[in-house]
C-alpha cells in the first residue's frame, strides 16, 4: 500500500459504532491504521473483506462511509452526512483501497462520480458509448464513441480526468460502412462488430467498408481506423501481402494513398502497440523475426522511426529501403528524395 510506512491492524468491536451511529455488530471486521493516524475499515460482508470506510483527518475533518455504490461523508462529530456521492459499480473496484488515492472530499467524490459510464455516455449527443474504461485508481476514464450516419461511420475517443474533466478528443476519419454491417448494426450490438478502442482490429467481420467507395479489393487481415485514414493489411487471391492505407481525396471520395511492395506471408500489423499516426509491423509470427515501426509527419509522409530484426531469415536493411521507398513514393512523389 503507497503512502505509509507503518501500518498496524486494530480490531473492531461489536459495540463499535460506525459514522451513522450505527454498530459494527460483530468484531470480525478491522481497520487498517498508518503512521498518519488515517485509516482504512473493512467489514465482513458474508463473502469477503471489503472496505466499508475511511478516516483521513489531513485531508478531510471527518469519517467516509460506504453504502453500496455510495460515498458518504460525515462530519467531524455528526451522525449525519453532509454529502452522499454515487461513484459508480467501477469505481468500488478501484483505489479505494489505497491511502493516497480515494477520494477525500466531497468534491473530489463528485469529480471521480462525473467519470461514470452513465455521465460520460451523455457527453456527445448523436454518439453512442462504444467503450469505457476507468483507471485503476478511480480518477481518469477512456471512452470511445460511434456515429453511424448516412451509411458512414465515425469513431471518437476521448480521455477524462477527474476534476479537469474531457483533455482531448481524436475524431478518425468517417467512413461508409457496407450495406451487410449497415444491416446487422441493426440488430447486433455495435461493440461486437466494431471495436472504437484502436487497441485492436477496427472491424471485427468481414466486408466492413463499402467496396464501391473505397477501393480495396484484397482480403484484410487487419484493420486500424485513424484521425487520418484506415489503415489495413491486406492479402491477394495469390497470398500477397501489403500495408494499404486509405485516405480522404480532396473531392471527398477515398484513395489508397500508400500501398507497400509485397511483404513476407506471415507478417502483421501490432494493433496493440500502434497509435494514432503510426504503423507498427512485424512479421515472423510468434517468433517475431523482424519488427519495423512508421510514424506520419505533419506533411503526410510515413517514415521509419525504428526497425529490428530477430534473426537472420531476411534482409532487413534491403527490406526496410524498398518498403520505406515504396511507401513514400505512393504517397508523394517528392519524397523518394528522402
Known sequence: MSGTRDIHLRRHTALRQRPDGSAYGDALGFDIV??????LSYHFDGAAFTVCGWYDPARYDGHVMIRGTSLAYYPAGSTAPEAVVDAGEPFMNSGIHDFEHHPATPAEAMARAALTAQALAQAFPGYQLSRYA??????WAEADYVRIEEGYLTIKRTPWQAGAGLTSEMDMMS??????????LKTEPVESLIDASGWGDTFLTEDAFDPSLVPVTDEVIHSDLQQHGLVLMTQSDEGTRRVQVVCEDAQGGYDVDVRTPPLPQ???L???????????????GSTREGYVCYERTVDGIWRLSYAAQMTEMYPLVRFITDYRCGMNTMRNASASAT
Open 134 to 139: 476507468i483507471s485503476g485508481w478511480g480518477d
Open 266 to 268: 506471415n507478417t502483421s
Open 175 to 184: 467512413l461508409p460502412l457496407s450495406a451487410r454491417l449497415l444491416e446487422r
Open 34 to 39: 498508518s503512521d498518519s493516524g488515517a485509516y
Open 270 to 284: 501490432d494493433l496493440f502497440h500502434e497509435g494514432d499516426g503510426e504503423l507498427q509491423i512485424e512479421w515472423g
